[in-house]
């Protein structure tokens, strides 16, 4: 497999609202949905829809919710067999809340995720030999995403972590086994410790982030554009302009198209741009994994809509 992808697996269980409620307030929603999600998952299916052969390394629970997320994986073209079936638990649930301009916020129930360790790096490692890239998200136990981000540096496999959900105690050590780090502006803001929020701060983030040990930063604005480091240079990309009416899995899509590009030995700069656009037109559609987009879609969209300057 030429992407791995190490991390979580969820059921979305979606609330469409006219704004998203204050603390303690109830809000009458306008539709309802599920759908498989969980940043892991997501990123394996953004990455397999767009041609990269990708396997799922995680863990879901013995139950319906179970057997839905490893039926969505296939469907997509996600090989599963590194997925683990826990027999003492739930399988990861999140509960979402969308607005009409796409913001949602987002509770998230572990369950099955909170039980990937060493087993499941055992697996990881059977991966890893065929593997060009690992996609790491933080809904799992940290010390199993520093063990995979180990194991994939000493593979010589291309480590890319999406800090999500930031930690209250980042690892300052796991900088140094990541060699592309995309944070959004919230996350580096809260691992900086500074307000990230344009295009002079982002450019300030991807570099201090090089400065902590990471190869590459890649700081994203939503629908600003995103900002990166390289050991040579920095610069920013405008966004790819769409409508939004969900946010959810922008951040997976981008992550899982960059993987898919640079599987593909896109240069660094058109990698971006599948990101960019993968990420922006998964916010057109409801859901996670169903605003995913194909190879043939995202090709088009890019003909015909570049990325402006």
Not at 93 to 104: K, L, M
Not at 115 to 143: H, Y
Not at 263 to 282: E, H, I, K, M, V
Request: negative net charge; contains cysteine.
């Amino acid at each position: 497999m030429s992407v791995v992808v190490f991390g979580s697996l969820n059921l979305d269980l979606v609330a469409q609202t006219p704004r998203l409620p204050v603390v303690g307030e109830t809000v009458l929603g306008s539709h309802f949905l599920t759908a498989s999600g969980g940043k892991g998952a997501n990123q394996a299916v953004a990455a397999a829809r767009l041609g990269a052969s990708t396997a799922m390394v995680g863990c879901v629970g013995n139950d319906r919710f179970g057997e839905q997320l490893l039926a969505g994986l296939r469907e997509s073209g996600v090989e599963t067999q590194g997925v683990r079936v826990d027999e003492n638990t739930h399988s990861g649930v999140a509960v979402v809340s969308v607005d009409q301009q796409g913001e949602n916020t987002i509770v998230i129930v572990p369950g099955a995720n909170g039980q990937v360790g060493e087993v499941d790096i055992e697996q990881l490692k059977v991966l890893l030999p065929d593997a060009t890239t690992l996609l790491l998200q933080l809904e799992i136990p940290l010390p199993a995403v520093e063990a995979a981000a180990r194991v994939a540096r000493d593979a010589g496999v291309t480590v890319v972590l999406d800090p999500a959900p930031v930690p209250e105690d980042f690892p300052e050590d796991l900088y140094s086994l990541v060699d592309i780090l995309t944070p959004n502006e919230i996350e580096a803001s809260q691992l900086l410790g500074v307000p990230v929020h344009d295009r002079e701060t982002a450019l300030a983030a991807a570099s201090a982030f090089r400065r902590r040990g990471a190869k590459t930063a890649v700081v994203t604005l939503g629908a600003r554009g995103l900002a990166y480091a390289t050991a040579t240079e920095s610069a920013f990309v405008p966004a790819f302009a769409v409508e939004a009416i969900d946010t959810t899995a922008a951040g997976d899509a981008f992550n899982g198209a960059l993987a898919a590009a640079l599987d593909r030995g896109l240069p660094w700069t058109d990698a971006l741009r599948w990101g960019a656009a993968a990420g922006a037109l998964s916010t057109t559609q409801a859901g996670a994994q169903p605003s995913l987009l194909d190879l043939e879609t995202l090709e088009e969209a890019l003909a015909a809509k570049p990325v402006s300057s």
